[in-house]
DNA sequence: GCCCGTAGTGATACTTAGTATCACTTAAGG
DNA sequence: CCTTAAGTGATACTAAGTATCACTACGGGC
């Protein structure tokens, strides 16, 4: 089940309760990792009573919504989703090896932001960012090395 | 048609020159801006013999093999195919207004990755950038202002 | 210039991610 | 409790992309 405080957000983005929605969070509150969304519908079939498939998607949509769950695409173009920490708009360390994702704070980001619409006479709008690699854990059994 | 510098690159990748792959060139081409295959296979099927739904796909991925394509992931989850000027893994800064795509030079990316390493102890591999906002034309017509 | 092997093509069928619909259920405020 | 609007499940559907396989044609070698 997901803990209280992933509750809380839920109500506090005046959403309601359900048994679904707590499953699914808390299935991704245990992985720890991103879940596509076919892992997910197993996982919640899995544990507890099942969740139905449209459910999910939709129960992934609204936490959304709500800033308690943002997708990732992973490379080879796979949708994965994952519980944040943090809400609100931001971004992804995430590890090939162990599947762990990092938050990246915004104003990690926003100096680079800056530099690219001083550059490029551009104006930023909204960026997604996906870094993937090898986290400080994973590092030191294997060392990858690629743009 | 594709120009002879798209038709050089695609031999240079050690691929076959055919009437397809210069369409779908062709068409990204002229188009200077992302399309979607849908719109691709649309645009390839009025202009000249048409191609058939597969061989598309096929060539994006032959032409995105050989550093000449590239696919971006549009706000609203829509992939979208881009001629890139540059060849090898890069970024890009998509302008929502007009569609067009700035390309974006690894060196101006690699500081900020570089930045990460050190903040999170975690050797990046790989990253995928979408980056979106208002190009310079554009800008003046319309002030826009998100994350 | 022609021949041949291999890369590429088209039609079609399939898969997979995600959305729409709609009758039914249930969370939660009063 | 009771009500009602939000949420659910089953199912059908769409859209993007992949697999298969018989057929075609590019282009290197002669």
Redesign the interface.
Known sequence: MASDTVRDRILAAGQRITPQRDLVAGVLEQAGRPLSAAELYEAVGRSGRGVGRATVFRTLQSLEDAGIVQHV?L?G?Q?AYLLCQVA??HHH?V??QCGAA?D?A?D?VAP??A???G??????????????????RC?GDR?????
Do not use: I, M, W
């Open positions: 695409v490379p173009n949708a609100g708009h360390l590890c090939r990092d990246l915004e990690e680079f932001l530099a690219l619409e550059g490029h006479r551009f104006q930023v709008d909204h960026a997604n960012f996906a870094v993937y690699g090898t986290c400080a590092t060392a990858s090395t690629t743009s």
